[in-house]
């Protein structure tokens, strides 16, 4: 009997001990319970970001790219996320999913839309490319031919004189050498210096130019060009404003014109009938029977006199074209400064707006008074 409530005994103890246990792992499974249901919209939420920035990560994102909204849409068709937003405006706007495999087939099954530029309408592309063939025309036409004698080693401002010269539809310089890197063609066998003297005190340099005017009449590509213009090496020139007049003074280019009576030495402008003219005549009219070559020794006097005994008109514009001055070196610091109009010396002014739209300046000796020069001008016309 002893034995047997012992038994009893340790068989309620061991029921009690279970009951206690059970109670137990129901309070630890109660307490898991609510602690997965208060972190499971952030853990879902956290693994929906993570999936979604494993997934975008594997687009190129190492060509040029614009940007649509805050998705950069790159040039090759792929797409990568830009400013993503904070993790907690994520956690606002993610859905409830059932599972992370249900997040991953989600994300496989979304395509990634890239915006495309759209086309250009078809009419535009017709407009477009009638413009660039007009422009293709214009450019191939031979309007307007420079050109310049250079002394040997040429003068410092040769750069920006050919940098200049740029907009004529051709050009070359002349010497006694040749030089293909600047376009220096040799004519002339002599010594390119030169004395001075007449009235005023200029450059007797007929020779030299009289073997340039013989080489151009006789050349076959110069002969291509309707107008041509000689520029001195100290000029400032506009090409584009030369043509305009050239465009709305028409005169026509097989007639005998030249600009001037007399005509500019800095830019002396004539056609390509004085061309003409000049090559059939020079040698038995201007040189033989009116001696031309030996009274005039400037070579602007000599061309103008050959042309008046061989016939040309004067069509030189009835609005300023060129402007011609002497300037002190002050006014250059002013032009830098942006000064519209400059005096000095006894009461002279140069009024910048009243010679702003003129195609020929001269003479500005050195490069920097070019530059400036040019860059006023520029300033001025806005």
Known sequence: ARHLMAARRMTNLSDDRDAKNGKSSEKASEGLNEMFSAYKQPILALTLALIILLVTSTYPTSVPATYTGNVRVSAAGGGNIANVPPLSHSLEKTPKLASPD????????????????????????????????????????????CYGVVMNPPEKTLPMLTE????????????????????IVKVIPDAMK????????????TKHFWKVWRHMSQN????????????????????KRMKELLKKFNHHHLE???????????AEVFSLGALHKYRDGYGPICDEK?????????????????????GFNNTEPPIPWRWDGILPEFVFHEMERGKRTICFGQGRCLDGDSIKNRAVYHPLKTTYRMR???????MLEG
């Open 102 to 145: 249900a997040l991953i087939e989600q994300a496989e099954a979304t395509p990634l839309v890239v915006q495309a530029k759209p086309a250009a309408p078809a009419v535009e592309k017709a407009k477009s490319s009638t413009v660039v063939q007009k422009n293709d025309e214009e450019e191939g036409e031979r309007v307007l031919f």
């Open 164 to 183: 200049m010269v740029q907009g004529c539809d051709g050009y070359e310089f002349y010497s006694n050498f040749s030089d293909p890197s600047r376009k």
């Open 194 to 205: 030169v004395g001075y003297g007449g009235a005023w005190g200029s450059a007797l340099n």
């Open 220 to 239: 076959e590509e110069i002969l291509k060009y309707k107008w041509f213009v000689k520029l001195d090496v100290d000029t400032v020139f506009f090409p």
């Open 256 to 266: 005998s014109n030249a600009w001037g009576s007399p005509i500019p030495g800095p």
């Open 290 to 310: 009116h001696d031309i070559y030996n009274k005039w020794q400037q070579e602007d006097m000599y061309i103008y006199k050959c042309l008046e005994v061989l």
């Open 372 to 378: 400036t020069f040019r860059n006023w001008i520029k």
